[in-house]
C-alpha cells in the first residue's frame, strides 16, 4: 500500500517561497511508470495541477503557474518537494501530493493535504 504525505508551513508570507515535501512509503518513486505530483484547491474552488516530477526525474509544470514553480525529489530519502515563489494569498489552498499511472492517468493514491495560508 503506497501513502504518501505532505509536510511544510501552514503560513507563508507574501513574496516569500512556499516549500512543501512529499514523503512516499510503501512505493519507491523511481519505480516506472508513475508520474508524483503537486495539486491545490483553493477555498471555494475545484482542483489545480501544478506539477508532476516523473519517475525518470523529468518535470512538467502548469504552463500558469510555471514561472514560480520547481519541483525535485530526493531518491534517497523517498521524498519529492514543490517549491512555489513569490506566493500571494491567492495561492492559499489545500496542497496535495498524488501518484498518477502513466498508462491511464489516473491518480491512484493521495495525501491527505494540507493547509497552506498565505499572509503577512
Known amino acids: 500500500q503506497v501513502q504518501l504525505q505532505e509536510s511544510g508551513p501552514g503560513l507563508v508570507k507574501p513574496s516569500q517561497t512556499l516549500s512543501l515535501t512529499c514523503t512516499v512509503s510503501g512505493g519507491s518513486i523511481t519505480t516506472n511508470y508513475y508520474y508524483w505530483s503537486w495539486i491545490r484547491q483553493p477555498p471555494g474552488k475545484g482542483l489545480e495541477w501544478i506539477g508532476y516530477?516523473?519517475?525518470?526525474?523529468?518535470?512538467y509544470y502548469n504552463p500558469s503557474l510555471k514561472s514560480r514553480t520547481s519541483i525535485s525529489r530526493d531518491t534517497s530519502k523517498n521524498q519529492f518537494t514543490l517549491q512555489l515563489s513569490s506566493v500571494t494569498p491567492e495561492d492559499t489552498a489545500v496542497y496535495y501530493c498524488?501518484?498518477?499511472?502513466?498508462?491511464?492517468?489516473?491518480?491512484?493514491?493521495w495525501g491527505q493535504g494540507t493547509q497552506v495560508t498565505v499572509s503577512s
Open positions: 498524488a501518484r498518477q499511472s502513466a498508462y491511464d492517468r489516473e491518480y491512484d493514491y
Open positions: 516530477i516523473g519517475y525518470a526525474g523529468s518535470t
